[in-house]
Structures are given as structure tokens and as C-alpha cells.
């Protein structure tokens, strides 16, 4: 009964699993890594960054610039990567039931799920502060 109605109103419903899911993945990385710490290491790079233009006449010191954006974007990667783990099957398991549902009715049912995706996740990031 639910897959009939996903299927009678596929580009609604797709939206629709879409903001559930993108919600779901926004709190779990919100909530298994460091807030704070994101916050900082985005501060500092923006940070160095600018240091870097503005030593664009000193080589030397702007590879030094560049050399610790890399290692905080190393450290960032770090804490992207547990939530990332935490949610890559359950994706790739809903993905495939998604697309068993709506591949026979809608042929662009990724490009929907994805659009959407995008659109709400930057929404419930700023809605739940999520660095």
C-alpha cells in the first residue's frame, strides 16, 4: 500500500524521502563529530587564506600558508570521516530500495532525489548550526 502510493505520486514522494533522509544524515553528523572543532578549523583557514593573498610577492611564506591549510583540511577530513561511516550502507541499501520503487515510474528519480538533497541539506544545516 505505502510503495502504491510512492509510486502514484512519485516526484512529491521522492521529495519527500528525500528531506526524511537528508535530515536524518544532517543530525548524525552533527551529533558524532566536534562541533567546535569544525568551527575552529574553518576559522583558521579562512584565516590562512588570507594570509596566503596577501603574501602572494613572498613565495616562500605563502607555501607555508598553503602547507597548513592542507594539514587543517586533513584534520576536517578526519571528522567528516565518522559519520561518513556510520551512514554509507544504510545509503547504499536505501538508494537501491528507492530506485526499485521509482525506476518503473519515474526515469529521473535520481535528479529529483539529488536537487532536493542539496536544497534541504544546506537549509538544515543552517537551521541546526551544523559546520
Do not use: C
Not at 65 to 90: A, C, N, R, V, W
Not at 102 to 112: C, E, Q
Request: zero cysteines; hydrophobic letters at 50%.
Amino acid at each position: 500500500m505505502i510503495i502504491e502510493l510512492l509510486q502514484n505520486y512519485p516526484k512529491a514522494s521522492i521529495v519527500l524521502l528525500s528531506v526524511l533522509i537528508t535530515f536524518v544524515l544532517t543530525l548524525i553528523y552533527k551529533y558524532t563529530t566536534n562541533q567546535e572543532r569544525i568551527g575552529e578549523i574553518k576559522k583558521m583557514q579562512k584565516d590562512y587564506q588570507e594570509k596566503a593573498k596577501a603574501l602572494k610577492s613572498q613565495p616562500e611564506k605563502m607555501m607555508e600558508m598553503q602547507k597548513k591549510i592542507l594539514e587543517l583540511s586533513g584534520e576536517m577530513m578526519k571528522h567528516s570521516m565518522k559519520p561518513m561511516l556510520i551512514t554509507m550502507i544504510p545509503m547504499f541499501v536505501l538508494i537501491i530500495w528507492i530506485k526499485k520503487i521509482y525506476a518503473p515510474v519515474l526515469s529521473s528519480w535520481i535528479w529529483y532525489y539529488i536537487l532536493s538533497a542539496i536544497i534541504f541539506n544546506s537549509l538544515f544545516r543552517k537551521l541546526l548550526k551544523v559546520q
